[in-house]
């Protein structure tokens, strides 16, 4: 006989990301999933676990909507150079020396920083997707991969991952089809996906429109935009979206009307790599979903959706030179309901009952918290990451108090992140 686990997170106040005002209550789990949320929980006892929120926020975690985790080798190693220098001079060749094995022990330490951010989920594409995977099946964190055609995985090999992966009850793990950009995908390989995607009837994502020469590139070789090239051969017709976005044009939002596809935006990044300011203030008002992402950690280089989320809502009241524009509410949505709906998930949007326990508590007990005058304003405008103070995916506690509660020493992930980043630096010296 399975006895599920039961968990009590009480003495809250629960912000359910379902447009309804902040309420005070408790939370009960069982197993993976809410069973009860209210304030008579005494009928769900007894309880293998209690915890005590003191008055804390509980909310829905955040999903990160775009991420190569395993570029954490790379962070603060690369940067302050001009992007195409960045890109083809020091992470590409630095990529072409990672094995398998490095993305897997690279992947950890990115989802501890992901969980110390209160992230409980993330669309991540990188090279050995596999690795991720068990990484994040062994620390307990929810991932969605994005599987590309490339040298290690032809057409079989994605269709049988895909079905394999996305059939499974209650995995922490989901696949999705996709490729890097329009400029590093020939004709042939678009072909292939865009067979995929029509046999399966799935989503599809890409990074696109990221720089004003991308998309300049594009029309100089293909006679229009990389959107209206990727729709021509019929990528977006079961939905999906794209990363970046900085430059879409009025006839590419259409497109991304027509199919419901998402904005997944990267203000960090793209600032940081002077990409350019997606205009999402714009796009919010064509009705567009807009999703956050950090990007990875060598164009970012942190994991931290409360720089995101600032970065998102400022950057726009600057270029509009409009302070009333992307309102706090909906910069919370960016990084929590659109961009798991983003990612295919509506089992763990918002916080109701039925839906699976990824949680967050954000401590007000702390002075960027107080006074507490407008407490979701408060999360936006001056949250951090000091403000974690618990994250749970799936009824599971992963992070408390600025603990980890995993299997495994965190000291001993820093140390073998550490190897892989020195052993290529080394390769690359040597060569
Ligand atoms: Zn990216």
């Known amino acids: 006989m399975i006895i599920n686990m039961k968990t009590l997170l009480q003495n809250a106040r629960i912000l359910k990301m379902d447009d309804t005002p902040i309420f005070i209550g408790s939370i009960v789990i069982e197993d993976k999933r809410i069973v009860y949320i209210g304030s008579d929980y005494e009928q769900y006892g007894p309880f293998d676990v209690v915890h005590d929120c003191l008055g804390n926020v509980l909310m829905p975690g955040f999903k990160n909507a775009h991420t190569h985790n395993a570029m954490t ?3 603060s190693k690369t940067d302050d150079l001009a992007l195409h220098d960045w890109l083809f001079n020091a992470v590409f060749p630095r990529e072409k020396l990672l094995k398998e094995d490095d993305v897997y022990h690279l992947s950890k330490v990115a989802f501890l920083e992901l969980l110390s951010s209160g992230i409980t989920a993330c669309f991540d594409q990188y090279y050995f997707p596999l690795s991720t995977a068990k990484a994040a099946e062994e620390m307990g964190f929810k991932v969605v991969l994005l599987g590309t055609y ?26 999705c089809f996709g490729i890097h950009a329009e400029y590093t995908t020939n004709d ?4 292939v996906i865009s067979d995929l995607v029509h046999e399966l009837h799935a989503p599809f994502f890409t990074h696109i429109c990221e720089t004003k020469a991308e998309v300049e590139d594009c029309f100089n070789r293909r ?3 990389p959107v209206e ?9 079961y939905g999906g979206g794209a990363y970046h976005c900085v430059y879409l044009s009025p006839k590419d939002i259409e497109i991304f009307k027509k199919h419901n596809l998402t904005v997944v935006t990267c203000p960090g990044s793209n600032s ?10 714009d796009y919010m008002k064509e009705g567009l979903n807009i999703a956050l992402g950090t990007d990875g950690p060598a164009s970012n280089n942190c994991l931290d959706m409360f720089k995101e989320m600032m970065l998102v809502t400022n950057l726009q009241k600057l270029i509009k030179q409009d302070s009333s524009v992307v309102p706090a509410y909906e910069v919370l949505k960016m990084a929590t309901v659109n961009a798991a709906h983003a990612m295919g998930m ?6 109701e009952v039925g839906k699976r326990a990824d949680i967050i508590e954000i401590d007000l007990h702390r002075p960027n918290m107080q006074p507490l005058n407008n407490i979701i304003n408060n999360i936006v405008y001056s949250g951090s990451k000091d403000n974690i103070k618990m994250t749970m995916i799936d009824g599971k506690i992963l992070y408390l108090g600025r603990r980890f509660k995993i299997d495994e020493d965190e000291e001993n992930i820093y140390q073998k992140a550490q190897e892989v980043s020195d052993r290529i630096d080394q390769e690359l010296a040597n060569q």
């Not at 090239?229 to 017709?237: H, I, K, Q, V």
């Not at 509506?346 to 916080?351: A, E, P, Q, Y």
């Open 73 to 75: 080798f790379l962070s």
């Open 150 to 175: 490339n040298t290690l995985y032809g057409p079989k090999e994605l269709k049988t991952l895909y079905l394999t992966l996305n059939s499974k009850k209650d995995s922490l793990i989901r696949y």
């Open 188 to 191: 042939e390989e678009v072909k």
């Open 223 to 225: 006679g229009m935009s």
């Open 229 to 237: 090239y990727l729709d021509a051969n019929g990528l977006f017709d």
């Open 272 to 281: 940081k790599l002077a990409s350019g300011i997606a205009p999402i203030a």
């Open 346 to 351: 509506f089992d763990n949007d918002i916080l």
